[in-house]
């Protein structure tokens, strides 16, 4: 009998809070990157509105599953989905944030942001064609650094990953040789170097191993205080990876509420703009009208309020006029 | 007769859950291989059994799939890393039933148990930061000059030591395996008849001569249901390599190299894998992977039987 009792007890303790948490909970699932935004917004979110958003860092393509399943209120991608994919799966789609892929390299003598490289040096290396680091191609674009004749360690991600689809996205659209040979996804056939798993990973065998490059997001490149190098981009200045370099790429990237923003922020156009950004996304189903509305009262909530709290943790938040697109399409679709 | 029929309600709902619970396990096992074939059968269709299992090709962007590689992999690392396991454990076995003092044998033993507890995640970042740079620097170095120009072992020494290889997997791997096979070969030296042992000492025998003529025919069964049991293990170990083997799929014949292995492929790539065919070949992979712990299996608890039979004759 006692044990019945104990039972009971126990179970008397928990209900409460089982009936708590029943209250008002929106789930997401998706990809990784944005997961300690996501979270810092919904905790302060919670705290003022009650409401609960319980976001799980599944990865992109387990976001997209899940969302067209409709077994999460919200997914999210790190890659946008096209219009059609959208249409098949009865999806809208939105970004929420900016984030950035920066090419860290360790080399001795070589200080942060000395090195410059145009997207056809980054290519070629990437490619295994540039395998010294005085290659003519290298020197030519930094006339002044002292560049010795070591072989180049290239550096890439083992996982499948958004950083991943970025990098070799924006290699695509600069780089003829690495669309037709190599081409851009999560992860692909890399034609050159080694894999590390995660940015840590790949961080790790930068840091590790002189003489080479790599690739990580542009938050971990700056918390880590990794060696990023200049990019020449497609206006033809030379940028360093900062908030407001990623910013002119926002401001000048060509979202299009037409086409469920579909861009991939790669070789923006502006003068200042860094060439490797890119959107992360929030996937809705079309026909949940009623938590979609709650969904998107979040990101308004997060649009308003959340953009120091985003570059505290160094994602670079939404320009304003992309914003008010975002608010339009929401109107359009009836949910705000 | 009498007996059974006065059998009370707690005795029988007790022997109805037992039988459940062992009915549970091949529920399961049928469970998940009816999954792993239905998830994959886009890839079967696509790329067949024979076509998938021989092609080296792994290309997700141009959707074009093959194992062989990541058979490779798993093959290398296991044999590998029970090389390097076995003579260590069966040593340490040895030296705990037969050789240690009595007061060192409690501590060498609960450290074994310790080793088995750790998560692999643990050993898979100890290897990342730790273990990898030791091997970059100055293990790998050393066996490149030693042996890099021996004709033919040569070959195993090639390229660059980056510390993410085959070897250094495989190092981690045995660390793994090491405890499974040494306490399981421990108890059975135990099983040894004190009585037939000291009838070898009173021969005159030697330490060593007893190990090798007495306790390790005698136990020979269960050491190689220890091995067995680690072979398990590594084969479909993932977390602890996942970090140091770099994923790459090659075939590649130095053991300084990185590859890739079917665990090591999954944990990489699954969550990110973003069109169904790619997915589809993952759990393909999946599916191979427990065909072949399968068949390892199979052919290890059939020589045990055997084994068995003779023994008992």
């Known amino acids: 009998m006692k044990t019945y009792l104990k039972f009971a007890l126990v179970l008397a303790l928990i209900m409460p809070f089982v009936q708590c948490e029943a209250a008002e909970t929106l789930n997401g699932a998706g990809a990784t990157f944005p997961y300690p935004v996501y979270s810092a917004w919904a905790f302060e979110y919670n705290n003022i509105t009650g409401v609960k958003l319980n976001y799980q860092s599944i990865g992109s393509g387990g976001g997209i599953r899940q969302v067209t399943e409709r077994t999460v209120d919200f997914g999210a991608s790190d890659a946008p989905l096209k219009p059609e994919q959208l249409q098949k799966g009865k999806l809208l789609q939105f970004p929420a944030v900016i984030g950035g892929v920066v090419p860290v390299v360790n080399m001795p ?41 070591n072989e180049i360690t290239v550096v890439h991600r083992s996982d499948g990953s958004g950083t991943t689809a970025i990098f070799t996205e924006y290699l695509s659209s600069v780089c003829h040789d690495w669309k037709s040979r190599v081409g851009s996804g999560t992860s692909v056939k890399w034609p050159a170097g080694i894999g590390g798993k995660g940015n840590e990973g790949v961080a790790n065998y930068a840091k590790r191993t002189a003489n080479s490059i790599g690739y990580v997001e542009f938050a971990y490149a700056k918390q880590n205080k990794l060696e990023h190098v200049q990019l020449k981009n497609k206006a033809g200045n030379f ?59 979040f990101y308004d909530w997060a649009f308003k309020n959340g953009d120091s709290k985003a570059k505290e943790l160094v994602y670079v938040p939404l320009p304003k006029s992309l914003k008010d697109k975002i608010r339009g399409y929401w109107k359009a679709n009836g949910l705000q | 007769m009498a007996r059974t029929a006065k059998k009370n309600p707690v005795d029988m709902s007790f022997s109805v859950i037992t039988a459940i619970a062992s009915f549970s396990v091949i529920i399961f096992i049928i469970g998940i291989l009816y999954v792993l074939i239905s998830e994959s059968s886009l890839a079967i269709g696509k790329f067949g059994v024979i076509k998938f299992l021989t092609s080296t090709d792994w290309d997700p962007v141009k959707e074009s799939f093959g194992a062989l590689t990541n058979i490779y992999g798993t093959a290398v690392t296991t044999v590998l890393s029970l090389i390097i396991a076995i003579p260590v454990a069966i040593g340490i076995a040895i030296f705990i039933t037969e050789i240690s003092p009595n007061f060192l044998k409690g501590p060498i033993g609960v450290a074994i148990e310790l080793l088995a507890a750790i998560p692999s995640i643990i050993y898979g970042m100890w290897g990342l930061f730790t273990l990898s740079p030791i091997m970059s620097n100055h293990v790998e170095p050393f066996l490149e000059k030693t042996f890099g120009s021996v004709p033919l072992l040569g070959i195993l020494f090639q390229g660059t030591p980056m510390g993410i290889d085959i070897l250094t997997a495989s190092i981690i791997l045995s660390i793994m395996i090491i405890p499974f096979t040494a306490s399981i070969s421990r108890d059975s030296f135990n099983l040894t008849p004190a009585v037939v042992k000291e009838s070898a000492y009173a021969i005159g025998a030697t330490k060593w001569e007893v190990v090798k003529n007495v306790v390790l025919p005698y136990s020979k069964l269960g050491v190689f249901g220890g091995i067995v049991l680690s072979l398990g293990r590594a084969l479909g170990e993932t977390m602890a390599v996942a970090f140091v083997l770099g994923n790459n799929h090659r075939i590649t014949t130095s053991l300084l190299d990185a590859a890739a292995t079917i665990t090591v492929t999954l944990a990489n790539e699954f969550a990110e894998a973003d069109n169904d065919i790619y997915l589809s070949s993952l759990f393909y992979l999946a599916l191979v992977l427990f065909v072949m712990s399968f068949i390892t299996l199979a052919i290890a608890k059939y020589f045990l039987l055997r084994a068995e039979r003779k023994y008992s004759r």
């Open chain 1, 109 to 149: 003598g070589v200080k942060a942001g000395e090195l410059k490289l145009d997207p056809g040096a980054l290519c070629k290396i990437y490619l295994g064609e540039i395998k010294y680091w005085d290659d003519k191609k290298i020197k030519d674009l930094n006339p002044t650094a002292k560049l010795s004749h």
């Open chain 1, 239 to 297: 940028v360093q990876p900062s908030f407001e370099s990623f910013e002119d790429a926002a401001d000048t990237g060509d979202f299009d509420a037409k086409k469920d923003f579909h861009l991939w922020l790669v070789n923006a156009p502006g003068k200042g703009s860094w060439p490797i950004a890119g959107a992360t996304f929030i996937l809705l189903a079309k026909e949940k009208t009623a938590s979609n509305k709650k969904v998107v009262s």
